[in-house]
């Protein structure tokens, strides 16, 4: 823009009196109507980058919670007007940084070589951040993340790891990507250090960022409150209340979303779910035992640790706008979303659709990506009663036990089911069902997505192209998210399951760009998405894994209006 501003320059100084001599536009020599063109061009420009500019917020951020608020939320089922006020505003105000766009920092926009610069988007629930400084290794420093990798084949604690190639080709997707989406995200808790995760992420891949307050931790095995008096060992008494003892000065119980860019982030809005899938503050601190014996059978079958986890807040949506200058609209909004997984699928549903009302007027591309639990299982809290009347207000279950009776073959049917929904539904909930046999839970959360229109008239991008795959496969959903032999690659595992019996599609990154009904048309493959990763070896490469999730990442090129000739 330097010659614009120094031809508007030229313009005040030698052409205004030339300009001021014309009694009409058309009477000026050429020279100097290019120059009030120009000098208009340069002021328009100018106030737009200061429009822009104007709504970047810098660095802001809602009160925290002290220890003494904690323990209150914790302890009083209906808190003090005051403090509930205070809530209110953690759970539906952002966190926003934009340092690194004021430090100078701008998009890398990957070449896609073929295909133009790309919008690339990393989708990754982190776990938490308990393995921050993994984490931080992976995305920042490549020869150092391998260098711990070998250091660990070394010792031999990781047989069988990925080879030098794919990690390095993993994380230059890592490291390039402009945008990160991230689910399960710490700030004050002991679990995680108490560090301010997002935060310190932001620092050390100088990326603006947003974090959204999904959950504060109010358990008293988070504040410190449990008691152990009845363990009788006096040994593993001490041991436990070191084990759940916690720094009152550093706790701040907050557990979120977060979205890094390094694009500035403006228009961001924190907002919760109006449909509340299930009470994490009551339903936690009441289920009864029909709910505790479930978990202890999780816990015997799968190794995995269900614990009680007293929170107060609910899902949520972290909205921001990012400027992309060469779309049409020139913007993009990012949805970082997580579903309840302590639900069930229908419930799933409804917090979908309800997401989908909220961002069906918005005419610029979109990119909702989260953590869906797409694990196809009812999760949610059960009593005796709810799970007798479920069944007796189930056709489906009753027709099944017809079959079963009257056929003979109740353990070989049952057996059957099992594998089906076990070998289908867990890497690909997209699929269909067989009536009475196996229905998939999750279908209907796929139909309505794939079905819905929003007011421009656009969709969410369902399309599978071979040449837009990074494996070649095609089929639903292949160009925005990683499709496998069968089904899709999966993004989660069960820690010490039983073969692949806990492994499952949980992740997700939804499109909507310039797609309508016509698939055809010039523009629908403008910033469709591409090149779909899901990075297990990476995420799986040293003894510890970084997190339970797998990172997911999609390619989305600004400029291509046509499929490729072929695959780069």
């Known amino acids: 823009m330097g ?26 020599p050429a020279a100097v109507v290019q120059l009030v063109l120009l000098a208009v061009i340069s002021c328009s420009w100018a106030s737009a980058q200061k429009e822009r500019g104007t709504n970047y917020i810098r660095n802001s951020q809602p009160p925290l919670m002290n220890y003494k608020e904690l323990v209150a939320l914790g302890e009083q089922e209906t808190v003090d007007p005051a403090l509930a006020k205070k809530l209110n505003t953690l759970l539906t105000t952002p966190f926003i940084n934009n340092e690194a766009y004021f430090a100078g920092i701008k998009p890398l926009h990957p070449d896609l070589k073929g295909m133009g610069v790309s919008l690339r988007l990393v989708e990754w629930n982190i ?44 994380m230059d997707v890592l490291q390039s990507a402009d945008v990160l989406v991230l689910n399960e995200v710490d700030w004050g808790m002991k679990r995680s250090d108490y560090r301010a995760v997002i935060k310190d992420l932001g620092n050390a891949l100088k990326m603006n960022w947003a974090y959204g307050v999904e959950f504060v931790e109010v358990d008293p095995k988070v504040l410190g409150t449990q008691s ?59 289920y009864g035992s029909v709910e505790a014996g479930k978990r202890k059978g999780a816990s015997l079958l799968f190794g995995e640790s269900i614990a009680r986890e007293v929170r107060r807040g609910g899902r949520t949506n972290l909205i921001a706008t990012i400027d992309v200058p060469d779309l049409p609209e020139r913007r993009v909004t990012i949805v970082a979303t997580h579903l309840e997984n302590r639900t069930t699928p229908k419930s799933r549903v409804k917090q979908a659709d309800e997401l989908l009302d909220m961002i069906r007027p ?10 869906m639990n797409t694990t196809g299982t009812d999760g949610s809290v059960m009593n005796i009663k709810s799970e007798v009347l479920k069944r007796l207000n189930d056709p489906s279950f009753w027709a099944t036990q017809g079959v079963k009776y009257a056929t003979g073959a109740g353990f070989i049917m049952g057996l059957s089911t099992f594998a089906f929904k076990k070998t289908k539904f867990q890497a690909d909930p997209t699929a269909s069902g067989v009536p009475l046999l196996a229905a998939n839970p999750e279908q209907a959360l796929f139909k309505d997505l794939e079905k819905y229109r929003f007011d421009d008239g656009t969709r969410i991008d369902f399309r599978g192209d071979a040449k837009l795959s990074v494996n070649d496969r095609e089929g639903t959903l292949s160009n925005s998210n990683e499709r496998a032999s069968k089904g899709f690659v999966t993004t989660f595992a069960l820690p010490r399951t039983l073969g692949a019996a806990g492994k499952f599609r949980l992740d997700w990154i939804f499109v909507k760009s310039y797609l309508k009904d016509d698939a055809g048309a010039a523009d629908s493959y403008r910033f469709a998405p591409a090149f779909a990763r899901t990075m297990n070896e990476s995420n799986e490469a040293l003894n510890q894994p970084l997190s339970d999730h797998a990172a997911i990442s999609v390619d989305l090129p600004i400029t291509q209006l046509a499929l490729p000739s072929s695959k780069k």
Do not use: M
Not at 7 to 21: D, N
Not at 362 to 371: E, K, L, Q, T
């Open 228 to 286: 152990f008096a009845k363990v009788e060992n006096e040994t593993e008494r001490k041991e436990l209340d070191k084990l759940f003892s916690t720094d009152k000065t550093r706790l701040r119980g907050l557990h979120g979303t977060a979205i890094l860019s390094r694009y500035p982030l403006r228009d961001v809005k924190l907002v919760p779910y109006k449909y509340l899938a299930y009470d994490w503050y009551n339903g936690e601190k009441k």
């Open 362 to 371: 918005i005419r610029n591309p979109v990119i909702v990506a989260g953590d």
């Open 127 to 170: 776990e938490r951040g308990i393995e921050f400084d993994a984490i931080k290794l992976l995305l920042t420093d490549k020869k150092g993340f391998l260098a711990k990798v070998h250091s660990e084949a070394a010792g031999h604690t990781n047989t069988e790891k990925a080879s030098d190639q794919v990690l390095n080709a993993q």
């Open 3 to 28: 010659g614009i501003s120094r031809a508007a320059e030229v313009w005040t100084s030698t052409s205004r009196s030339q300009l001021s001599s014309c009694k009409r536009l058309s009477q000026c």
